[in-house]
């Protein structure tokens, strides 16, 4: 399913992701290579559930693949060109190189490779599809408006990026006909859904390594749009100048589509936001017509995200608006997304998967926000991919720079080689330079020490990143609970 290099972005990615997509059922036996990813582990668990022998490894023993043994699958660490032997069919991560032993092998048997996407797309034949995208928002809208379609009687399946705290899992295989997936966009894989129901939370600058500029990603978006089935709806945020250009264009097309924001123009108009702790509450307001919403989550971000979630389940897919509010309500949040870790010391940790710049900036604010004047946040961040780190290495110290201490680690690699002259430090500077008190800590050991020096009782840490700096916050309160005793 490669496809040769053109300057199409979705014609250089390795899969076609505009073709056809198989039945799950057609499948035979699916090995996964990088089976312990978020992604990865979900699209396997849905296809348990459903029968299917799945076999996969991972380069690293992680937590989730105890997990995935208990639920039927054989799991192996590390890649052997054996492992795949009693595969039909590949289902592989981005970050799998073309030179892994496990995939030479499988290509040299012939077997069919497919993306995750792909393989998750195989498991949604024949159901009302949704499908969440955007370049922040996406994992907890998802998470969001699944949990509110329980609330309404149904068991919609879904694959999230995250793991609801409500249910402890990030996918399910669900009996009810509505299939809702988080649609990642950074590799053009979001084409492969076909979906009934889209949401787009934002469309902003990021995944350049892939697009190479902001046009080739409002392009992709757009693209996006046009594979919602005939009849279906497009929700967006007018908040958000690439979301309401990406709606002009997909109406002009002849697209339903509906918009939420604070905006005035907003189809579903958010107001009088307030903040109550961790918790919060929004006025949704539309034809006259108004609904009150309570969230157990903090953050104008995340009203705007529950809104989504609200036209989707009740404009897409037909729902009742009370019961969409009452499950919006019950939302307990999802792991890594503004998760509080503990306390000691008088100091709170909490944790959050952000990683581009508007994702940062949101999670600063919020927590600004809550500490108020009773203490100061520590923002502790560690940039994921030297290319990200390189093209917005300004706009993620700007967005840090609003809580008064910041603490930068160096970068994670993720799936990319080193580029030369680019650390943690770029992302250093700018902090600095917007106005922060700013430690650059490049030892990752080095680190929870360092923040345990700087706060005082009453300070919130913020750790921030999608790399191994969620690992930094249970090591702090360790070190925190020790200092206290």
Not at 390 to 399: E, K, P, Q, V, W
């Given at each position: 399913?490669?496809?040769?290099?053109?300057?199409?972005?979705?014609?250089?990615?390795?899969?076609?992701?505009?073709?056809?997509?198989?039945?799950?059922?057609?499948?035979?036996?699916?090995?996964?290579?990088?089976?312990?990813?978020?992604?990865?582990?979900g699209?396997?668990?849905?296809?348990?559930?459903?029968?299917?022998?799945?076999?996969?490894?991972?380069?690293?023993?992680?937590?989730?693949?105890?997990?995935?043994?208990?639920?039927?699958?054989?799991?192996?660490?590390?890649?052997?060109?054996?492992?795949?032997?009693?595969?039909?069919?590949?289902?592989?991560?981005?970050?799998?190189?073309?030179?892994?032993?496990?995939?030479?092998?499988?290509?040299?048997?012939?077997?069919?490779?497919?993306?995750?996407?792909?393989?998750?797309?195989?498991?949604?034949?024949?159901?009302?599809?949704?499908?969440?995208?955007?370049?922040n928002?996406?994992?907890?809208?998802?998470?969001?408006?699944?949990?509110?379609?329980?609330?309404?009687?149904?068991?919609?399946?879904?694959?999230?990026?995250?793991?609801?705290?409500?249910?402890?899992?990030?996918?399910?295989?669900?009996?009810?006909?509505?299939?809702?997936?988080?649609?990642?966009?950074?590799?053009g894989?979001?084409?492969?859904?076909?979906?009934?129901?889209?949401?787009?939370?934002?469309?902003?600058?990021?995944?350049?390594?892939?697009?190479?500029?902001?046009?080739?990603?409002?392009?992709?978006?757009?693209?996006?749009?046009?594979?919602?089935?005939?009849?279906?709806?497009?929700?967006?945020?007018?908040?958000?100048?690439g979301?309401?250009?990406?709606?002009?264009?997909?109406?002009?097309?002849?697209?339903?589509?509906?918009t939420?924001?604070?905006?005035?123009?907003?189809?579903?108009?958010?107001?009088?936001?307030?903040?109550?702790?961790?918790?919060?509450?929004?006025?949704?307001?539309?034809?006259?017509?108004?609904?009150?919403?309570?969230?157990?989550?903090?953050?104008?971000?995340?009203?705007?995200n529950?809104?989504?979630?609200?036209?989707?389940?009740?404009?897409?897919?037909?729902?009742d608006?009370?019961?969409?509010?009452?499950?919006?309500?019950?939302?307990?949040?999802?792991?890594?997304?503004?998760?509080?870790?503990?306390?000691?010391?008088?100091?709170?940790?909490?944790?959050?998967?952000?990683?581009?710049?508007?994702?940062?900036?949101?999670?600063?604010?919020?927590?600004?926000?809550?500490?108020?004047?009773?203490?100061?946040?520590?923002?502790?961040?560690?940039?994921?991919?030297?290319?990200?780190?390189?093209?917005?290495?300004?706009?993620?110290?700007?967005?840090l720079?609003?809580?008064?201490?910041?603490?930068?680690?160096?970068?994670?690699?993720?799936?990319?080689?080193?580029?030369?002259?680019v650390?943690?430090?770029?992302?250093?500077?700018?902090?600095?330079?917007?106005?922060?008190?700013?430690?650059?800590?490049?030892?990752?050991?080095?680190?929870?020490?360092?923040?345990?020096?700087?706060?005082?009782?009453?300070?919130?840490?913020?750790?921030?990143?999608?790399?191994?700096?969620?690992?930094?916050?249970?090591?702090?309160?360790?070190?925190?609970?020790?200092?206290r005793?």
């Amino acid at each position: 399913m490669t496809t040769p290099t053109t300057d199409d972005p979705f014609a250089r990615a390795r899969f076609d992701f505009r073709s056809p997509i198989p039945r799950a059922e057609d499948l035979g036996t699916v090995h996964f290579l990088a089976i312990g990813g978020a992604g990865m582990s979900g699209v396997a668990r849905i296809m348990l559930a459903r029968g299917i022998t799945v076999s996969g490894s991972d380069a690293k023993d992680v937590p989730v693949l105890g997990a995935l043994r208990a639920e039927g699958a054989q799991v192996w660490v590390g890649f052997e060109a054996a492992h795949q032997q009693g595969a039909d069919a590949i289902v592989m991560s981005s970050s799998i190189r073309d030179d892994n032993v496990e995939l030479v092998a499988a290509r040299e048997r012939g077997l069919p490779v497919l993306h995750r996407a792909q393989g998750l797309a195989s498991l949604m034949h024949g159901q009302r599809r949704v499908a969440v995208a955007g370049a922040n928002g996406k994992t907890t809208t998802t998470s969001l408006l699944t949990v509110a379609l329980q609330e309404c009687g149904l068991d919609p399946s879904f694959a999230v990026g995250g793991e609801l705290a409500k249910h402890g899992t990030n996918a399910h295989s669900g009996a009810g006909d509505t299939f809702v997936v988080e649609a990642d966009e950074s590799d053009g894989s979001f084409l492969v859904y076909r979906p009934h129901v889209a949401v787009v939370t934002n469309v902003q600058p990021d995944h350049l390594d892939f697009y190479d500029t902001f046009t080739v990603v409002e392009a992709a978006y757009l693209e996006f749009a046009r594979t919602i089935e005939p009849g279906g709806l497009l929700v967006t945020c007018a908040d958000d100048d690439g979301a309401r250009r990406l709606a002009e264009a997909a109406r002009a097309a002849g697209t339903r589509v509906v918009t939420y924001g604070f905006s005035d123009d907003a189809d579903l108009r958010l107001e009088d936001h307030r903040a109550e702790g961790l918790l919060s509450s929004v006025r949704l307001s539309r034809d006259g017509r108004a609904h009150s919403l309570r969230l157990a989550i903090p953050g104008r971000h995340n009203a705007l995200n529950a809104a989504a979630a609200f036209i989707a389940a009740v404009d897409g897919l037909g729902q009742d608006a009370d019961a969409v509010l009452a499950g919006l309500a019950s939302f307990t949040g999802t792991r890594r997304r503004f998760e509080p870790k503990g306390s000691a010391g008088g100091v709170t940790v909490i944790d959050d998967y952000a990683h581009n710049a508007g994702k940062v900036r949101a999670v600063v604010e919020t927590a600004v926000g809550l500490v108020g004047d009773t203490g100061r946040v520590v923002a502790v961040f560690q940039p994921h991919l030297y290319s990200r780190t390189r093209d917005f290495a300004d706009a993620l110290g700007a967005g840090l720079a609003q809580a008064p201490v910041v603490v930068v680690m160096d970068v994670y690699a993720a799936r990319e080689d080193p580029l030369p002259g680019v650390t943690g430090e770029l992302v250093a500077d700018a902090a600095r330079a917007a106005g922060a008190e700013v430690h650059y800590v490049p030892s990752w050991s080095a680190v929870a020490a360092r923040v345990a020096d700087l706060v005082r009782p009453g300070d919130l840490v913020l750790t921030i990143g999608a790399g191994d700096v969620t690992m930094i916050g249970p090591e702090l309160l360790c070190l925190l609970g020790e200092a206290r005793r």
